[in-house]
């Protein structure tokens, strides 16, 4: 009875095995059905949407060593699928970009540059700032002009010179006419009214939160840069 019992379960273990490599090698053939199509329904070329030869061999080659794989052992079965699914999201990665968003992007930028101007006045821009914006414009323009330039990277430079303009945009100088106007008007306040406890007085609290505040705003208004 012990002897038929472990003859039975040898023979379980085997016919597991089976099925793992069975489902294995299933999953296989299905993935490099997957990526052939992927490559038959993609182009090769230099335009926008379309991949380079290298690329495309690159998945090729993967797909005919998986193909090879299919009737080997379960690990080395395994190996193909990982190795297959990382060249299929490379080749995904690699569609060349339509240069289209970066290139209107840029223009904006260097429009946004030559209509302002480098000083200390209100509506200008200070030398660093421009340097900033103009080194940030000119990185985006090496970006475009690569030969090769994937969706990914197009997408990702979008983002960096859209953050660049948004930043170089808040470093415009202030008008400090507001601010100096509303500054003569707290001082007038605080000349006009009294200290004390009394129906019409302010405590000194109230006062010393006041003046603050002015001294503040004043220190804003006397920066050498606002």
């Known amino acids: 009875n012990v002897g038929r ?5 040898d023979n379980r273990d ?32 230099t335009g926008a949407g379309e991949y380079m030869k290298a690329d495309r061999d690159a998945l090729s080659a993967v797909i005919a060593s998986a193909s090879q794989a299919i009737d080997g052992t379960e690990e080395a079965i395994n190996a193909a699928v990982a190795e297959l699914l990382g060249a299929m999201d490379s080749y995904k990665l690699a569609i060349l970009a339509d240069r289209t968003e970066l290139t209107g992007l840029l223009a904006s930028a260097n429009d946004l ?11 200008q821009y200070t030398a660093e700032s421009r340097s900033t914006f103009n080194e940030a414009i000119a990185a985006s323009q090496a970006v475009l002009d690569q030969d090769v330039l994937t969706q990914v990277d197009a997408n990702a430079e979008l983002i960096i010179l859209q953050s660049a303009i948004d930043a170089y945009k808040v470093t415009v100088l202030a008008d400090r006419t507001a601010l100096t106007t509303l500054i003569a008007m707290a001082e007038q306040l605080l000349t006009n ?34």
Do not use: H, M, W
């Open 5 to 9: 019992s472990s003859s039975a379960n």
């Open 14 to 45: 085997k016919f597991r095995i089976v099925l793992s490599s069975q489902f294995v090698s299933g999953e296989l053939s299905r993935l490099i059905e997957e990526a052939n199509q992927l490559l038959t329904s993609t182009t090769e070329g």
């Open 113 to 123: 540059y030559q209509s302002t101007q480098e000083g200390t006045g209100a509506g």
């Open 193 to 226: 009214t009294t200290e004390g406890t009394a129906p019409g007085e302010y405590l000194p609290i109230a006062r010393e939160l006041l003046n603050d505040a002015i001294v503040e705003a004043q220190a804003q208004a006397d920066a050498e840069i606002l």
